[in-house]
């Protein structure tokens, strides 16, 4: 209970209770020292009214995330939990979307003038994402790019493991730390695609190289890869160097729509169709198809979004996160690839393992998070923050997805050149 009434825990609680039917599901302690809800667990810390000013401007996902991100609310205690606990509530109680009627907005705005928050727009963060442009544009598929990407090899270095591998991991008995996981992912992949000596393989959008340098080093082939964050194509270059792989592994500063010249053995594309877009993703497959020699392999690993009423990842993410990212469920994206001439030979969800994955990008944030803010700054270390917990508990609630998709571009006669049980082959 709170110690006053009138306190301003308390009326959000009349208005989340009253005017909504959910109690409380995380403690709230407001400005004025007033607390309500729970004690125990995670606790809604509104520091300035300027949060409430933030919803009232933009109601839903982005006006909290807006909160968030500047400061004006924050949450003490596990994060992914307090989130977790808030979505329980919502389905508990059946609330879908964020649209108020008539008499919710009413009641929000007698609270707002009882609480003294109703006033000019507050600051939109200088993390969130302004993109200008027609969508989709080479230009500005490479400013979306850059918005995330190229925040700073040192953070990413820090957050994780030695390969830098910005995908899902890949977590067989559930036992691996991070690092044997991801070189686990990476060694999947290339059992998929049939990798030997001599073969060539192509990374469309490769990141910071780590299939590149691990399927040249341990695989013996000619690897190429290309990317369109000059913070990866540095990093890159400088391994290269570093390993002695001068002649054996190649990146390229350009758009997967600039490519051409022989077809390859193999191409992979690891979660990097998500930001091609949905008017785009024809083009991207059939991009896919070109550099592909007839019987060689495809390795596409994808997000997806059961149901996707969205197309993105929801505001926040689309916000400060992924620019014009694109999720779908994954049976659509399978009927692109056989529209675009591909035979789709295997499909392996990965869902469970993306769990594990961010769940270990968030501790090592959570750990180094004095190192993080100094390397980010405050705001850019909020976004982390909230991002790795909503993401990890958006995989655990399976309202996102992840796939590993082995396809083959067939020959004239309709061959493909994979054995007919590929499990067994790559287990």
């Excluded at 594309?269 to 083009?283: A, P």
């Excluded at 469970?352 to 980010?376: F, G, K, S």
Aim: one cysteine or more.
């Amino acid at each position: 209970m709170s110690t006053t009434r009138s306190g301003a825990a308390d009326i959000m609680e009349e208005i989340v209770g009253g005017t909504f039917g959910v109690p409380l599901p995380i403690g709230v302690r407001a400005w004025d020292g007033s607390t309500a809800g729970p004690a125990s667990g995670p606790q809604v810390v509104l520091r300035r009214r300027a949060a409430l000013r933030h919803f009232l401007w933009s109601p839903g996902e982005l006006g909290l995330a807006r909160a968030f991100v500047s400061g004006d609310l924050d949450v003490d205690g596990d994060l992914t939990d307090g989130l977790r606990r808030c979505w329980a509530a919502v389905r508990e109680h059946g609330i879908s979307g964020w649209g108020m009627g008539a008499r919710e907005w009413r009641d929000v705005a007698r609270a707002a003038l009882r609480l003294g928050a109703v006033g000019p727009r507050p600051r939109i963060p200088a993390a969130e994402a302004r993109l200008s442009g027609r969508l989709h544009t080479r230009w500005r598929d490479r400013a979306a790019i850059a918005h995330h990407y190229d925040v700073g090899n040192d953070f990413y270095a820090l957050l994780l493991d030695p390969a830098m591998a910005y995908s899902c991991g890949y977590f067989p008995t559930g036992g691996e730390d991070l690092p044997t996981a991801q070189e686990a992912k990476l060694e999947l992949i290339c059992h998929k695609l049939g990798l030997r000596p001599g073969m060539r393989l192509l990374d469309v959008g490769c990141g910071w190289g780590s299939l590149l340098l691990h399927a040249a080093r341990h695989h013996g082939v000619e690897a190429t890869g290309i990317t369109l964050s000059r913070s990866q194509f540095e990093h890159i270059e400088r391994r290269v160097t570093q390993l002695g792989l001068q002649g054996r592994v190649r990146v390229w500063l350009q758009d997967y729509r600039e490519l051409a010249g022989v077809p390859y053995d193999a191409v992979a594309s690891v979660e990097m169709g998500e930001h091609v877009g949905e008017s785009r993703y024809d083009e991207y497959v059939a991009t896919l198809h070109r550099m592909l020699r007839p019987r060689g392999r495809l390795l596409l690993q994808q997000m997806s979004r059961a149901g996707a009423a969205a197309p993105g990842g929801g505001a926040f993410i689309c916000s400060y996160i992924a620019p014009d990212m694109t999720m779908v469920p994954v049976g659509r994206t399978l009927e692109r690839l056989e529209a675009g001439g591909f035979e789709v030979r295997d499909v392996e969800s990965m869902r469970e393992h993306y769990v594990a994955t961010v769940r270990e990008w968030a501790r090592t944030l959570d750990e180094q998070h004095e190192q993080a803010e100094r390397m980010l700054g405050p705001e850019q270390h909020r976004v982390w923050r909230l991002y790795l917990a909503g993401g990890q508990l958006a995989f655990e609630e399976n309202r996102m997805g992840v796939d590993q998709i082995v396809a083959v571009r067939p020959d004239e006669r309709g061959a493909s050149g994979i054995p007919p049980v590929l499990r067994e082959v790559v287990r």
